[in-house]
T-cell receptor, first 109, second 114 residues
């Protein structure tokens, strides 16, 4: 079977740091992706992890532990424009991505 | 920049109609995908194609079919639309060049079946 879990909603304030967790149980693993989706728009690619460890990209970082089936997306120096849904997705053997249900992040001033 | 274009932003169809959702990408990507997105359920894979005339079922293929006659175009077909197919449909494409090649999404088609 396959299961990808993320919290449904999170709230934070401008300037803060927030960590969005993702746990997965999938038959096969060939990389984990994070996407950002603003309301009414298409998802856009944020990050990719296939090896254990931290990948940093500006204010955003993503971490992966394959042995624990666990990833997180870390957003620093939060801005109002970071209010969006964040989607965790696993690529199994092959080409298709399987998505979690997404985490809606609300950033307030 | 990769462009994935879905032919309609909004569609309203009647129950039992045959519905075609069209998607075109301009980056010569081998792989193309159709997802639907519903509140509380997230993105679910309907069908995908890894090459012209090739197709694979995703997690929820029932009630849908697809066509890929040309590399740049991937069509989703609802043979007989039903109200439970009211949803946001997202097309995506991907290059097979490297493992970390991401999906590039179109802007979506919001389909309402009445």
């Amino acid at each position: 079977g396959q299961n990808i879990d993320q919290p449904t909603e999170m709230t934070a304030t401008e300037g803060a740091i927030v960590q969005i967790n993702c746990t997965y149980q999938t038959s096969g693993f060939n990389g984990l992706f994070w996407y950002q989706q603003h309301a009414g728009e298409a998802p856009t690619f944020l990050s990719y992890n296939v090896l254990d460890g931290l990948e940093e990209k500006g204010r955003f970082s993503s971490f992966l532990s394959r042995s624990k089936g666990y990833s997180y997306l870390l957003l620093k120096e939060l801005q109002m424009k970071d209010s969006a849904s964040y989607l965790c997705a696993v690529r199994k053997a092959g080409t298709a991505l399987i998505f979690g249900k997404g985490t809606t992040l609300s950033v307030s001033s | 920049d990769v462009k994935v274009t879905q032919s309609s932003r909004y569609l309203v169809k009647r129950t039992g109609e045959k519905v075609f959702l069209e998607c075109v990408q301009d980056m010569d990507h081998e792989n193309m995908f159709w997802y639907r997105q519903d509140p509380g359920l997230g993105l679910r894979l309907i069908y995908f194609s890894y090459d012209v005339k090739m197709k694979e079922k995703g997690d929820i293929p029932e009630g849908y079919s697809v066509s890929r006659e040309k590399k740049e175009r991937f069509s989703l077909i609802l043979e007989s639309a039903s109200t439970n197919q009211t949803s946001m449909y997202l097309c995506a494409s991907r290059s097979t060049g490297t493992d970390n090649s991401p999906l590039h999404f179109g802007n979506g088609t919001r389909l309402t079946v009445t």
